[in-house]
């Protein structure tokens, strides 16, 4: 019994954890859908996205270091600090310039080439972006806080202590992190579905010269598209950042997007979620009974190989469109 | 059906110039796709463009549809000199088209193919079309109720929901045509509407073509190989041959064109 509610509570945090990469995992499903290009910058983009909140709201002096060393000046802060829903508008608003000018300054001169190249270009994107958040926000690990609440969920643990005479351990962040990803999951997929934009955004992702013949224009669905995966950035930043400070490091979550994809499909909103759940699940409750067994540290590798299983099995992942070659 | 339909046409008035091509030269690094063109569609009519292979027929309709931009020459529409525009405008200003090698999008159904044909008409805002609420309903309604008159038209209603990937040739084209005629164009470009048809399926489209002229008084202008279809669709046509235009009339006119029956019919016929 004990080993059961045990497990349970394990398969809880493991959903969170799962709630967290699926985040991530929406960045890429949004870019892939829109312009079929695996976007590898949209980890990077997450970390630039916080650092940019904590900038802001802190008040730091932008390319402080850069401006100091040039000048021979002292500055570091300016003295103030923003409201947090102030400075979360103005970094939606840099992640939109930012959009803006990944379009005008890479993709409008690519267009029409192999998706490989502009997967190169968004390796490239992302080592300048790494540089750029460095050069204009330090490279300390900075605390990030916007009001989500933390800790443990008392009652939760009051609850379940009653239920199953064993209090459940929840992060009240990873709570709020559920119900956000909900919500912005839900608002994606009605935009995609419900609206001129969206359909729009499908129509570019099948066919470009079909979608110019149909009074769609490019340029401006790509802008719209970086912006909406610079928004999720934004927010999966957020939520990365609380939890475990604003660091470089944050840009690495992105590498465990990936198994995330394969399991769920590059082409499916519903599958990043579900693919994010079951990594998450997968390799807590994985951890727990298995790896005992084989010295522990399960973690690090179970969702990559989980992943290379699908790719040999069910390449188009969980949800993803089949891949029909007709002859 | 021959003689009625030419009958028909005999009897028609044609309307005022609706677009004038003066003077178009196209070229590709050296190649010259098209040279010193100069020709008008007036509103009402169907027009053709015809032409043995690489006379630059395909290279005519891009520029009208604004896909490719020409070195020399204007293009006059509705009266105006068009300044260098993006396809997407063009679309917008009410000409729509076809591809020859059909251009759809294949993982959305047929009928939210034929909607994306309405997309630049929507104007609701994209919250309420995402709540689904007042003017975004009421435009979503309408839009649908235009598209699935268009489907009706085009006797498509059984395939509706049906993803476009998985459709046969001939119904992609028709498809096709319905996205284009959803945006109730002014003026409707199709590029080798018939390519690659059987008789029957030829003989469906050539009426549709007719219908759509008829009934909603769009203009056409269309490529097309195949010379009975063309002499009995067309009003007026126009022959190009390596780039140059060597006949520009009616079908009997272009039939007894020395010039044009050496090119192509002098091949082509007996």
């Known amino acids: 019994m004990d080993q059961l509610v045990f497990a349970a509570e394990v398969f809880m945090n493991g959903l969170m954890t799962g709630v967290m990469y699926a985040l991530v995992a929406l960045g890429f499903v949004l870019i892939f859908k829109a312009s079929g290009v695996f976007n590898y910058a949209q980890g990077v983009l997450a970390l630039f996205a916080a650092l940019t909140l904590v900038g802001i709201q802190q008040g730091q002096v932008p390319f402080a270091h850069l401006i100091n060393s040039i000048f021979g000046t002292h500055l570091e802060y300016f003295g103030w600090t923003v409201p947090v829903v102030l400075a979360i508008l103005l970094a939606g608003a840099v992640m939109v310039l930012l959009a803006f000018l990944v379009e005008k300054l890479v993709l409008q001169h690519l267009v029409g080439q192999e998706p490989i190249i502009l997967f190169m270009a968004t390796i490239g994107l992302a080592y300048f972006l790494e540089g750029l958040g460095d050069v204009m926000w330090g490279a300390d690990i900075k605390n990030l806080d916007v009001g989500l609440p ?27 992190a559920a119900i956000i990803a909900a919500l912005l999951v839900t608002a994606l997929v009605a935009f995609a579905q419900y609206t001129k934009q969206g359909r729009a955004m499908r129509a570019v992702a099948d066919d470009h010269q079909a979608a110019l013949s149909v009074g769609i ?13 610079g928004f999720v950035a934004l927010v999966a930043g957020i939520m990365w950042g609380t939890k475990s400070g604003v660091q470089f490091s944050l840009s690495l979550i992105a ?12 082409t499916s909103i519903p599958g990043a979620i579900a693919g994010g759940l079951i990594i998450g699940v997968g390799e807590k409750m994985f951890e727990f009974f298995i790896g005992p067994m084989i010295g522990g540290a399960t973690e690090n590798w179970f969702a990559y190989v989980l992943a290379l299983l699908f790719l040999v099995f069910r390449p188009q992942g969980l949800f993803g469109e089949r891949i029909i070659e007709r002859v | 059906m021959n003689t009625q339909t030419d009958i028909a046409i005999a009897d028609r008035q044609l309307g005022g110039t609706l677009m004038e091509l003066r003077n178009i030269t196209l070229r590709f690094g050296g190649v010259e796709a098209i040279k010193n063109i100069s020709f008008d ?5 169907i027009r053709a463009i015809i032409g043995p292979n690489g006379a630059g027929k395909s290279s005519m309709l891009n520029v009208i549809s604004g896909f490719y931009v020409p070195q020399e020459g204007e293009v006059w529409f509705r009266g105006e000199r068009r300044g260098p525009v993006k396809p997407y405008e063009v679309a917008r200003l009410g000409i729509a088209r076809t591809f020859q090698n059909i251009a759809l999008f294949d993982g959305m159904s047929v009928l939210d193919n034929i909607m994306t044909g309405r997309l630049h008409r929507m104007k609701a805002g994209f919250l309420s ?31 509706r929901k049906t993803p476009v990937g998985r459709l046969p040739y001939g119904l992609k084209k028709r498809v096709e045509l319905a996205r284009a005629l959803a945006a109730e164009p002014q003026l409707l470009l199709l590029d080798e509407p ?9 003989e469906d489209m050539s009426r549709f ?27 007026r046509v126009v022959v190009m041959d390596y780039g140059r235009k060597i006949g520009d009339g009616s079908p009997d006119e272009v039939r007894n064109n020395q010039e044009v029956i050496d090119a192509y019919l002098g091949v082509a016929h007996d």
Not at chain 1, 150 to 176: K, P
Not at chain 2, 41 to 45: F, K, L
Request: proline content about 2%; glycine content about 8%; overall charge negative.
């Open chain 1, 217 to 229: 224009s490019l340029r401006f669905i790509w802008v719209m598209v970086w912006s909406i995966a």
């Open chain 2, 129 to 159: 079309q995402a709540l689904w609420w007042g003017p975004a309903e009421r435009e979503e309604i309408e839009n649908r109720a235009q598209v699935e008159r268009i489907i009706d038209f085009l006797e498509i209603q059984n395939i």
């Open chain 2, 41 to 45: 569609i007036r509103e009402g009519e």
């Open chain 1, 150 to 176: 933390q800790g443990i969920s008392e009652s939760i643990e009051s609850v379940s202590a009653n239920w199953f005479g064993y209090g459940f351990f929840i992060d009240r962040l990873d709570i709020w």
């Open chain 2, 194 to 202: 018939m390519a690659g048809m059987n008789v029957e399926e030829k």
């Open chain 2, 209 to 235: 073509v007719l219908d759509v002229n008829d009934e909603f008084g769009t203009t056409i202008a269309l490529i097309e190989h195949d010379m009975g279809v063309v002499m009995d669709l067309s009003d």
């Open chain 1, 255 to 266: 590498l465990k997007a990936l198994p995330v994809l394969m399991l769920g499909g590059f």
